[in-house]
Structure formats: structure tokens, C-alpha cells
């Protein structure tokens, strides 16, 4: 994968080719989320996709850009597109007002409660945000509302390979993986985010007062946008191809 931008990358976004940890993660959530990934290591070669602002005035994200298979053929059931970087992060600095944020872990785990002194359970997540640094997956849209799309022919799904160097350590990324019945040529790239992040939207839209998402799944401004770490959908789990049928 080269280290320039391609075509359309805002330049206001750093591009990036392997995710960038935060300083207050730990060194082993360092080396599971953020190692390099050998070109080796790759499920396939990637596939030609192009960045490109979206012209119909249909389209729920009309005016933004979405992301679009370019090669010259479908592009198969299964096929890892590309991963999900960004900045990776502790919970405690997730950005609320993200759409750029996905969940990679989320751990159960027990600490002691200020006020009672008892041991009591929270999720610990861990994110990795696009909205100022990642890759050409930043710009996957929702699947709602787009002309001719009745489900989405992507999904975002956890891959794994062995970190070299680490004595069969995992290395873990969020990928953007075509779905059951492939990506057609020049078709946009599109995914669920998920009904739960809309609601959500909505939700917040009331309380400020702001008009927005609406039934198509755009936000106010048209924008389509992921979910942030307080709302994320589940992904799916590593190797679990059960959804291709």
C-alpha cells in the first residue's frame, strides 16, 4: 500500500497506512491494534477503489464523496476491500460528537466503586476514529437511501494476522469486506451502520434542537457518518464468515 494520499483525500486528513495509537494506550493494546501489517499478511491484493464526490441529488450524502469499487470487474463475495484506520484510542478519549468512530474491543471489566467500595462491571471499549487521520474507508457511506441500493453489498468485519517479531502475537484491524453478493463494477461501496446509530442520531438531534438524521439516514448537513464509540453497532466477529451464506 503506498503512503500517497490518493485521489480526492481531503488534505485536511492526515492519510494514513497503519493506524496511529494514542500515548495512553497500553503496550500490549499497542502491538494488537496499531503493529504494521506485512503485505503478506493480506487476505487478498486490494482491490482498485476511488474516492468520488456523489452528484445525485438523490443520494442522502449528495455533495460529499463516497468510496467506489474502480477496477474493471465485480468485486467478489468475501474479498477484503480495505481496513479501517485512524486514531486509536481509550474510551475516556473517545470524541462524542465522532461519525468516524468504530468500536475494535470491548472488554468487561471490574473495578472498584468510588462511593460503595464494591467491585462492580463496566465495558471497557477501545476505538479507532477516522474524523482527522485514516484511509480511503473513511469514506464508506450508509446503505440507506441511496438509489438502487435495498441492502448493502458491504460489511465491516475484524481481520487477524501474527505480528512478526512478537512470539505469535495478533494483530487485530476493523476491514471493509464485500458482502454476500459482491460489489458490482463501479458500484459505491456502502454498509450498515446500523439502525441503533440513527436512533441515536435522532435522539441528539432533539435534544440541541438541530433537524437531523432523517428517514433515508443522512444527517442534517447530508452527511453519512459512522458510529462513535458510545453508539457503535457490534461487529462482526474475526474469520466469522457465517454471513456469506
Known sequence: MTSTPPP???PSVQYLTTPSASPLLSPAHKVTFCSPCPPSSLPNPPPRVAIRKIEDPCHPAHGQSGLFNASNKPIPRGT?????????HAEAEADPLSDYDLSLERTVVEELDPETGELVQRVQVIGCDATKMGNESRFVNDYRGIPGFQRPNAVFELREWEVPGTGGKKGVRMAVWAGPHGVEKGAEICV?????????????????GVSGAGANGASADG???KAAVGRQRRARRTHDKSWLG
Open 80 to 88: 477484503w476491500i480495505r481496513d479501517y484506520l485512524g486514531f486509536v
Open 8 to 10: 480526492h483525500f481531503p
Open 192 to 208: 450498515s451502520y446500523g439502525r441503533g446509530f440513527w436512533e441515536k442520531r435522532r435522539e441528539e438531534a432533539a435534544k440541541t
Open 223 to 225: 452527511k453519512v457518518g
